[in-house]
């Protein structure tokens, strides 16, 4: 076949008055009259070029024929503010050339791996939004079919950081945690970053807000104090406290990474290289020198086998490597949500029960004291504690827990929810918990075999969670237990009456909690 | 990894007033208030469901916080218009659960071969707008990367067919046309249908409108007739005269197709097997029994190689063979522009007299009097006489050029063009030049050794072809012509100076035609 075309002649500029249009699209989307559209031979979602005050931005074409005027363009009102355009400012609009990366995106489809500076080219035309949804579909799936190779993965990830924000604190140690999700109340992060910090290690710790979980920890740490720190504020915290809990969406560590990540969660797809390099070019981007990643593994979890999940360890560990970050990796137990509150408010009680020092008189029995979470999260905290040399190795998980016991770690938390603007002196009666109330007990007796992430996280979303900070559940019950009939299994709780029964009724539909069968399958 | 969700529990339905916005989008879309929204739990990018009036479609979700108030949901213009909806009227939106096909997409990339079943499944959830462009750009590129077998190719042709509009003729024979496309001028398409029809052959021919080309043969028709033909007028058309030109994009022969080809088109992706049945599902569609194939092969054309020509004419008759429709594939020279004229306007000049019978007034030697595309449309229209046992075996040409030149070809072409509703006295004088001419002169002299298809359609396009039906080119040369400095290779013919200009800028950028090199490389 011929090739495609990467030069389109002369260019002609055309100057327009610009229209805020109160829409909003999630991309940016200018609105020419069609009469200008046909003059400048533009068609509906063609890209086209914006200049203003020394600026280039990329927007694609939407038509009208009577909103906009002919000498307009109109602009949806979240474009607008994202390009910080006034209405009534004049614009100057120039058609844009082919992309050039869409030749390497072809060439990864064509099965051969891209140079450094070709996936450099994806990444900034990606940022400048000169590739489509479809174009960047196609580079995804190319990934996902053809393989993305360790030195791929570390040309994208750092394409990534030199494309975004960075945050360049000047202190050391740096660290930083991730996991790669699927399980269901697993807050660690909020139990690791006060207990680093007090330790002396720095946290600034960005986190994702919920995709299809009842609440991500950005969502959660939201109730207790603001995570929308533009990188400035988030800064000046981290070097006040020595960390932090930001919503990493609020910062533009790797503006590529979101709009890959869109993609992604559509088809379901986690083409490796794509992953790694997203997770570990946003952890360079902050300077992070120590990583520990938490894999959770099992039924239910994202990764189900054990084998897959050491696999992907090793994948980290080697792209990490050339990033020059020290990473140890845990495999976890991902087959059970952690913990017992399921919901940004139930979260933040659970966290702060968990954190409460010994004999204070916060400290709660509600949600099993909080227990779980604080016991996985200290083994976490405790091997980052050995890996910069704050704790003799083999004892970082006791240093972490003393931390915790004796409240410095509480003081901590509550240092940096000032910080962030929140309420430092916050209690957990103060915690919001939706006033609409169903338990669901037990029809008949067993051990419970299973308790199913997916089917809590649905649950939870339908009573209102993560947006409704008082709406989740409360687990009953754990894997192991003994259930009798009549037990309850789970509490709904919801913010309003109509989202209570719509939970209801996916609870009924997605039973989350399943007991032992005696009889598993029958072959007559 | 684990598996995706294809049940989300109980649904809830919202009552809405609908508002029309003067906005077209080219997709469907509708705006909704953003507490509506987030009472719903949808967000921007999300497709929602609307019912009204026994119908039920989807569109993609924006939303307002002003424009579009509490209860109301804005549609934009170009959407009410496709689905009937009238502003004022009520309609009822549903959350769509996630569409089953995304498994199959997933299936696809796995590199596994789908049903036919399931390759319906994606078909019939594209047609219902459920598919995102993401998703199914990940669908053309696992279908690229991983290769489309036979049976699959045969199964999409098919499942087109199902989900689109066919029309039943009730006649014998039929008889259809194709070229794969490539090469500038190549107006066969307005020889064979009054030939064919003349000789009694049915030929309800679609074609389609230029996207990177100057003129599609539905943009170059509607210089002489509409082409936007409803399909019941369509088959009016054909009933009466037997032929017609209309434009495919105005049937919903296909609809699946127009989204795919969309895709297809930014990344340059023909996976052979979406093409094939692209192709030969319209085919399919209009009722064709016979089926002849132009595949232009050589130096700028869409296929170089002329193995690669004869592997693609393989496909196309296994795959057909399957439909039941006899095919024959002509391999042809498509290094050159075919003819001299180039846009909407000049290509109707070149086959008006490429149609002109013996002797007539109306023959002009302007463009070479059409000799070059008479040729090679008699030699294709000869070709399916043949195949329908209207002309012996050798000598369809022969008889198909003697139809031209006894006014038959050109009676029945007036029919035609007077039967789509156009004027069927109309004379060459009549057709529509641009008044703004620029003649490029040969700098040096030499042999022509190729006149490239890309530039040309690039200028014509700069020219302002295919909307500025009198603009375009006029080749004065083609390959293997002796030239000497001073000679006009083409002229430039714009209906307006700036487009000339533009025009004449591009051709500087892209010269056309390029000379016989002595020395064609240097070593040292």
Same mark, same amino acid.
Request: charged share 25%.
């Given at each position: 076949m011929a090739n495609s075309n990467n030069h389109r002649g002369p260019q002609k500029t055309h100057i327009r008055r610009v229209k805020i249009l109160d !829409?909003?699209?999630g991309k940016n989307i200018a609105i020419l009259n069609d009469e200008d559209a046909n003059d400048m031979s533009v068609f509906i979602s063609d890209r086209i070029s914006l200049k203003y005050r020394g600026k280039e931005e990329i927007v694609i074409v939407d038509t009208s024929k009577k909103l906009v005027q002919k000498g307009e363009i109109g602009l949806y009102a979240d474009s607008a503010k994202q390009l910080k355009i006034r209405g009534g400012e004049t614009v100057e609009l120039v058609n844009v050339p082919t992309p050039k990366s869409l030749e390497y995106i072809r060439k990864k489809m064509d099965r051969k791996s891209l140079s450094q500076d070709e996936i450099y080219s994806i990444v900034e035309e990606t940022v400048q939004n000169r590739l489509s949804e479809g174009e960047l579909a196609s580079f995804v799936s190319a990934a996902y079919i053809n393989g993305f190779g360790i030195a791929e993965t570390v040309a994208l990830a750092k394409s990534m950081v030199d494309t975004g924000q960075s945050l360049d604190l000047g202190v050391h140690p740096i660290a930083d945690k991730h996991c790669i999700g699927g399980v269901a &109340?697993?807050?660690t992060t909020m139990i690791i970053v006060p207990i680093l910090a007090a330790a002396g290690v720095y946290i600034p710790k960005t986190s994702s807000r919920a995709i299809t979980s009842a609440s991500g920890t950005a969502d959660t740490f939201e109730v207790l104090? =603001?995570?929308?720190? =533009?990188i400035e504020d988030l800064r000046k915290v981290v070097l006040k406290t020595k960390g932090c809990i930001a919503w990493? &969406?609020? !910062?533009?560590?790797? =503006?590529v990474d979101d709009k890959l990540i869109r993609i992604r969660n559509s088809l379901h797809l986690d083409p490796r290289g794509l992953l790694l390099a997203s997770i570990l070019g946003k952890k360079k981007a902050v300077g992070a020198e120590y990583l520990v990643v938490d894999i959770p593994i099992g039924r239910g979890a994202k990764v189900e086998d054990e084998n897959d999940g050491k696999s992907l360890a090793n994948d980290f560990l080697q792209v990490s490597e050339s990033l020059q970050i020290k990473t140890r990796c845990l495999i976890t137990d991902g087959s059970d949500p952690i913990g017992f509150g399921i919901g940004p408010g139930l979260e933040c009680i659970e966290v702060l029960a968990a954190l409460s =020092?010994? +004999?204070? #008189?916060? #400290?709660?029995?509600?949600? &099993? +004291?909080g227990q779980e979470v604080l016991e996985k999260g200290t083994l976490m905290a405790g091997s980052i504690l050995e890996m910069v040399g704050k704790a003799p190795i083999g004892s970082g998980a006791e240093i972490a827990m003393d931390l915790v016991r004796k409240g410095k770690a509480m003081d901590k938390m509550r240092e940096i929810i000032g910080a962030q &603007?929140?309420?430092? #002196?916050? #209690? !957990?009666?103060?915690l919001p918990i939706g006033k609409y109330l169903y338990a669901v007990k037990a029809e008949k007796g067993g051990r419970v075999s299973h308790v199913d992430n997916k089917a809590v996280s649905r649950i939870a979303r339908a009573a209102g969670a993560p947006k409704d900070k008082g709406a989740g559940m409360i687990l009953h019950c754990e894997t192991g237990d003994k259930i009798v009939p009549g037990d309850t299994l789970f509490e709904i709780i919801s913010e309003s009456e109509t989202k209570l029964s719509f939970a209801i009724e996916t609870a009924n539909a997605l039973p989350p909690v399943e007991l032992q069968k005696i009889i598993i399958g029958k072959v007559e």
């Open positions: !829409i909003e699209a &109340g697993n807050r104090a =603001p995570v929308v720190l =533009p990493g &969406g609020a !910062i533009n560590l790797a =503006p =020092p010994e +004999g204070s #008189k916060e #400290k709660t029995e509600m949600l &099993g +004291g &603007g929140g309420d430092a #002196k916050v #209690k !957990i009666s103060d």
